[in-house]
Antibody
Framework: EVQLVESGAVLVQPGGSLRLSCTGSGFVFNTHEMGWVRQTPGKGLEWISFVSSTGTTTHYAASVKGRFSISRDNAQNSLFLQMNSLRADDTAVYFC???????????????WGQGALVTVSS | EVVLTQSPATLSLSPGERATLSCRASQSVGIYLGWYQQKPGQAPRLLIY???NRAPGIPARFSGSGSGTDFTLTISSLEPEDFAVYFCQQRSIWPPLTFGGGTNVEIK
């Protein structure tokens, strides 16, 4: 069974930094392209970042570009999101999600983690 | 960026009724649109891919249609477990991948 498990809920101050992690199991990690999607009550679901199966290609939403950085360690079956210069409007539940790199539905997320609540507040 | 607009925001129906949800794209996305279901406290689950194809394990009462800019998700007869929020997402023109704002299907 495919499982993605994010690190736990976190409270961080505005302007602070945080690294989220997501660990995969039940599948060959380096065959999945992965991303982060966040959810707030006001804005619904928002895709924020993508990384290719090898880690060589990354993409970001405009709202986080220059502040967030996505990476992966295939040897450790892990995905990361380094979040810097955090703001109150980054408060959200952050999901890691993936699809098989050879999937004919590339771009739609087949697998999701349970989500990690990130609260940015003083 | 492709903007997806879902309507209605809320749909109040009874079990056994038919639900019709709409997703409109700001530009053509061909057939490259998917639908997800999300229940409280859970991650989204992929229901429909490429406008009209059910994902593995999805019941036949869920169907999708449309192409270009107008898409529909239909639930033919609502079961109690179908009351949830539904999102559309396009994969035609990215980055960025974009989602609609969601439709909450609630019990009347």
């Amino acid at each position: 069974e495919v499982q993605l498990v994010e690190s736990g809920a976190v409270l961080v101050q505005p302007g602070g930094s945080l690294r989220l992690s997501c660990t995969g199991s039940g599948f060959v990690f380096n065959t999945h392209e992965m991303g982060w999607v966040r959810q707030t009550p006001g804005k619904g679901l928002e895709w924020i970042s993508f990384v290719s199966s090898t880690g060589t290609t990354t993409h970001y939403a405009a709202s986080v570009k220059g502040r967030f950085s996505i990476s992966r360690d295939n040897a450790q079956n892990s995905l990361f999101l380094q979040m810097n210069s955090l703001r109150a409007d980054d408060t959200a539940v952050y999901f890691c999600a993936s699809w098989y790199y050879g999937s004919h539905t590339r771009g739609l997320f087949d697998y999701w983690g349970q989500g990690a609540l990130v609260t940015v507040s003083s | 960026e492709v903007v997806l607009t879902q309507s209605p925001a809320t749909l109040s129906l009874s079990p056994g009724e038919r639900a019709t949800l709409s997703c409109r794209a700001s530009q053509s996305v061909g057939i490259y649109l998917g639908w997800y279901q999300q229940k409280p406290g859970q991650a989204p689950r992929l229901l429909i891919y490429d406008a009209s194809n059910r994902a593995p394990g999805i019941p036949a009462r869920f169907s999708g249609s449309g192409s270009g800019t107008d898409f529909t998700l239909t639930i033919s007869s609502l079961e109690p477990e179908d009351f949830a929020v539904y999102f559309c997402q396009q994969r035609s023109i990215w980055p960025p991948l974009t989602f609609g704002g969601g439709t909450n299907v609630e019990i009347k």
